[in-house]
């Protein structure tokens, strides 16, 4: 095996995934699509819950001040949304969307937007992605990422179902995330403690909370912007770690 075929695996499960979706979708009425989204988001409530919890690990909890671990995510989701803000990221993110959506579904009978970019974001967060990829690019195995193209396989049939092939397309921006990562852990092995990526996790929690609300229809929030809070969390955790 060679370095990267993880996320190559990936890559192939999404789009596979995604194409079998859309073939089980248009045979299903709006109402049971609608039900399908109904369980996409009740499902991604789950892993939420599952994400967050990583804020009362024993080792985050160790390493950093009483009282610091929800201020450490707390912090990194109110700056990393005035940075995301400032940028424009959820803005830029569907401008890609609407062009990716005028060249492959022009008839609109598909929301390519909110399946781009909803199927986007919760593919790339979470510890797999992240340690996964780091593990394939140190050449220490493939199995974090052979489990992760296999939930994602899964999930990208039950979004693609509801969602379109702005699932299938989801896989670029997962595999440019996930090959960096890749490129990291061969130049420079495991550069994350195990309670920044916890400090990670917890916040990437919080944004597919965020995700969940949006396809419940309960509240609409500007996820993308969140996205440098994901980069910031490691960051202020080494922080919290040094006082």
């Not at 988001?41 to 892993?47: D, F, K, V, Y």
């Not at 997962?174 to 990291?184: D, L, P």
């Amino acid at each position: 095996m060679f370095v990267g075929i993880g996320t190559l695996i990936n890559i192939f499960a999404i789009v596979a995934g995604a194409s079998l979706g859309v073939l089980i979708g248009n045979r299903m009425s709006e109402k049971t699509r609608n039900l399908v989204m109904d369980v996409l988001g009740a499902i991604t409530l789950i892993a939420a819950a599952g994400a967050i919890k990583a804020l009362w690990d024993s080792d985050f909890i160790f390493q950093l001040p009483d009282g610091f671990p929800l201020l450490v995510v707390l912090a990194s989701l109110l700056l990393g949304g005035l940075l995301g803000s400032l940028l424009k990221i959820e803005d830029r993110l569907e401008v890609v969307g609407i062009q990716l959506k005028h060249r492959f579904d022009r008839d609109g009978k598909s929301p390519f937007v909110e399946g781009f970019v909803s199927a986007s974001l919760l593919f790339v967060i979470g510890p797999l992605a992240i340690l996964g990829s780091i593990s394939d690019g140190m050449s220490a195995g493939i199995e974090q990422l052979t489990l992760k193209s296999i939930l994602d396989f899964f999930t990208s049939i039950a979004f693609a179902a509801a969602l379109g092939w702005g699932v299938a397309l989801s896989a670029l921006p997962v595999g440019i995330y996930q090959f960096a990562w890749t490129g990291i852990g061969f130049a420079l092995g495991s550069i994350l403690e195990p309670y920044q990526v916890s400090a990670m996790t917890a916040t990437g929690g919080v944004l597919l909370l965020g995700i969940a609300l949006k396809l419940l229809n309960i509240k609409q929030i500007a996820i993308g912007n969140l996205l440098p809070a994901l980069a910031l969390a490691p960051l202020f955790a080494l922080l919290a770690n040094s006082i």
